[in-house]
């Protein structure tokens, strides 16, 4: 479309009309916004699901945030995020700088590392349930002590194993981003780096890092704000347990609401989610100044 | 501690209960169906006594095509969710499977339930045939809400024989003798006993049982009527350290808070040879008939009642476990939806023909005077057990987590778990579960 045309309709130039957008904004009010008020309502009064909620004042407020098990929850949360980035960005960093190169049996490997992001959750879940069994599963079918731990059935383990078989399923994700984002880095920079005389080592260090960090950024994001909703593998594989091992945020709120019928209290800890959920994504954005994004190729 | 669902079904259920809610839509809400209005639609499960419900209601629409009843199955989990739902929408169906207990309870406060006390009355031969401490699980306030439709599932300790024969083990009569035998147990390498820990809700068989050896049927009784102090009661306090005891012992197979409840893996310990005992509600023959079937028909399999405690208040015929699941009337239904309904439940459930079925099944149905026919069914060992068992029994106590408020029962399971893995002291659970009751 040439610019010319453009400029003879001068109605267009501020972006599509705003009724084009009305039909999404009309879905996002009623699927997201309308029951977000309902839940914010409901957080105020006691519901078992059955009769009609009754007004209970600030009463799952002041539960939700005095209560021991909900705080350990939240606090079992945010420690979820940290390990989980700190395991995932590495792992999948590195991987996708390794499948980046253009060998066809790198291509191969990126198709295995690709396999998990195609499985459900739920599936996924029961693998690693049935494999970490300690009677019949890996380890003791194998006979490998080392293998052979209660990994879900121990408080300390249980935690490691769940951010273990959430890092299988999401690294190849997040290599696919650095696959692609380390495709874009020009050439030029690693000829010009060859000729100063750089080994791989200090390219990957002075150009390649360098170059990834608005993939980090976006990865990063995207890590943070997904563990806060992890849901379907934890509560398959351990249920929560054991104990309050794995009772992440948002598997406390199915618990107290669908399974001890508490509708209002649950409410509020999804109030308090959404609000986490809503706080992360801004601190990231702030902090990260992925909202002054400048070309990462000034002066190529 | 009703039968549970493999999570894996889970999502698939979810899906198809969606699809099954769009479908009820369209046939107008809890009625049967366009054709005959004076019917009675029926909520079930699909484990269990599903094929036993399918042959009732073909046989009973044969017979009564003016009043047909309609039977949708649903998953365990997801079932009790899209029960909540629907009643709770006010578009449930007339006659709906159910636990009893504390769950029934909730839908009785909130009056969505019929009271079938007059129906049952004015029908004696009816009323009569059920075994009154099954009745009990679905009757508050001396209103009977419910009436049982299945099996009945006691909680028995099983054993291995050979493992038993091999190490000149009797299977135990009191707690010292259980004590003994893990240690016997544990010398020659073999798990004493195995559980599906990582459920919570097995860990739930032992507390009952203890605690009503010890301190007798009363002191479960004050917990239900939420008495200030229940769960500190010394007989409590008591069976937990029992429990500690047994556990520090190493009484439970090496991991037994990975193993889940729902795959099996622990009745699979059993007939491997790789755990002497295991404790588990009736179902769990069905579990091992399935699994090894050559290890049951060669008379491998033992089962006992739970251990006596010497000293204890507890009669040592009681027993704990789910007493069946029930069918609850719909207060929402309509007057001839409730007649249809009631009438199907005082002659089509529980007939001969329904009774026969169940018995097919491995399923041991509450009802008086069956010995003659149990004698000559397939499992005959094992059902006249659970018959005589049921029978018998001085109290047959339904499990807590049903009896208890969904609430409480979540709690209990989870301060039990911690209790298991030692993270709390008999003394803290105690304390702990008196405050979540006090909530």
């Known amino acids: 479309m040439s610019t010319a045309k453009a400029a003879a309709t001068p109605r267009q130039q501020g972006g599509p009309p705003f009724l084009m957008a009305l039909p999404a904004l009309l879905l996002f009010g009623v699927f997201a916004l309308v029951p977000m008020g309902i839940v914010v309502y409901l957080s105020f009064t006691h519901w078992d699901g059955l009769g009609s909620p009754a007004w209970a004042g600030t009463g799952n407020w002041r539960e939700a945030l005095t209560s021991d098990v909900t705080r350990h929850a939240l606090w079992l949360t945010l420690k979820f995020m940290l390990v989980s980035w700190l395991v995932q960005t590495p792992v999948s960093l590195l991987l996708g700088v390794f499948v980046a190169g253009r060998q066809r049996y790198r291509a191969l490997l990126a198709v295995f590392y690709f396999v998990p992001l195609l499985i459900s959750s739920a599936a996924i879940a029961i693998i690693f349930k049935n494999l970490l069994d300690p009677n019949f599963g890996l380890g003791a079918s194998l006979d490998l002590p080392l293998l052979n731990q209660n990994w879900l059935g121990d408080p300390e383990l249980a935690f490691y194993a769940v951010v273990f078989v959430i890092a299988w399923q999401f690294v190849p994700f997040h290599t696919l981003l650095y696959q692609a984002g380390t495709r874009q880095i020009p050439a030029s920079l690693y000829e010009a780096a060859a000729i100063d005389g750089a080994g791989r080592l200090a390219q990957f260090w002075h150009i390649t890092l360098p170059q990834l960090r608005y993939t980090v950024v976006t990865s990063s994001t995207l890590m943070l704000v997904g563990s806060l909703t992890y849901f379907d593998l934890v509560f398959v594989l351990t249920g929560g347990g054991p104990g309050y091992a794995t009772r992440l945020l948002p598997l406390d709120m199915y618990i107290t609401g669908f399974q001890s019928n508490e509708m209002g209290l649950a409410s509020a800890i999804s109030v308090i989610l959404v609000a986490a959920g809503l706080l992360l994504s801004l601190i990231v954005v702030r902090f990260s100044g992925f909202s002054r994004m400048r070309s990462q190729q000034a002066g190529v | ?439």
């Open chain 2, 1 to 439: 501690m009703a039968l549970r669902t493999p999570i894996r079904v889970m999502a698939t259920a979810s899906a198809a209960a969606l699809a099954l809610t769009l479908s009820a839509c369209g046939s107008g809400g809890r009625g049967a169906g366009a054709d005959s209005g004076d019917g009675a639609l029926v909520w079930a499960l699909t484990q269990g006594s599903e094929a036993t419900f399918r042959a009732s209601a073909t046989e009973w629409n044969k017979q009564h095509p003016d009043s047909q009843v309609t039977y949708q199955y649903f998953q365990n989990d997801p079932y009790k969710q899209k029960l909540r739902t629907a009643v709770g929408a006010g578009n449930g169906p007339v006659l709906f499977e159910n636990w009893g207990g504390g769950g029934l309870k909730s839908y009785v406060d909130a009056g969505k339930v019929t009271d079938l006390t007059p129906d049952l009355d004015a029908s004696p031969e009816w009323k009569n045939r059920i075994f009154p401490s099954v009745l009990k699980s679905a009757t508050f306030d001396g209103k009977t809400y419910g009436v049982p439709v299945n099996g009945v599932q006691p909680v028995v300790l099983y054993f291995n024989q050979e493992l038993f024969k091999k190490a000149g083990a009797e299977p135990p009569k009191t707690w010292d003798d259980l004590l003994a035998l893990v240690k016997k147990f544990k010398a020659q390498g073999i798990a004493p006993i195995s559980m599906g820990g990582a459920s919570k809700w097995p860990d739930l068989m032992w507390l009952e049982y203890l605690v009503d050896r010890v301190g007798g049927p009363d002191t479960f009784a004050a917990i239900a009527e939420g008495e200030k102090g229940a769960w500190s009661d010394p007989a409590v306090l008591e069976a937990t350290r029992m429990v500690k005891q047994l556990v520090d012992a190493g009484g439970f197979a090496k991991g037994f808070t990975s193993v889940s409840a729902d795959t099996g893996q622990a009745e699979a310990q059993l007939y491997t040879g790789k755990a002497a005992m295991i404790l588990q509600g009736s179902w769990g023959y069905g579990t091992i008939a399935t699994g090894a079937p050559e290890f049951v028909s060669a008379g491998n399999l033992g089962w006992t009642g739970f251990p006596a405690v010497t000293g204890g208040k507890g009669d040592a015929s009681n027993i704990v476990g789910n007493t069946a699941n029930f069918f609850s009337l719909s207060a929402q239904a309509s007057a001839k939806e409730k007649k249809a309904a009631v009438a199907y439940l005082r002659d089509g459930v529980y007939n001969d023909t329904y009774i026969d079925s169940l018995l097919k099944n491995g399923d041991v149905p509450p009802v008086k005077d069956l010995d003659a026919k149990i004698e000559a069914s397939a499992n005959a060992d094992w059902s006249s057990y659970v018959y005589n068992l049921t029978g018998d029994a001085e109290n047959f106590q339904l499990s807590w987590d049903q009896a208890l408020s969904p609430e409480l029962g979540n709690d209990l399971l989870t301060h039990l778990d911690q209790l298991f893995l030692g993270q709390i002291g008999p003394e803290e659970f105690c304390a702990q579960m008196d405050e979540a009751a006090a909530k």
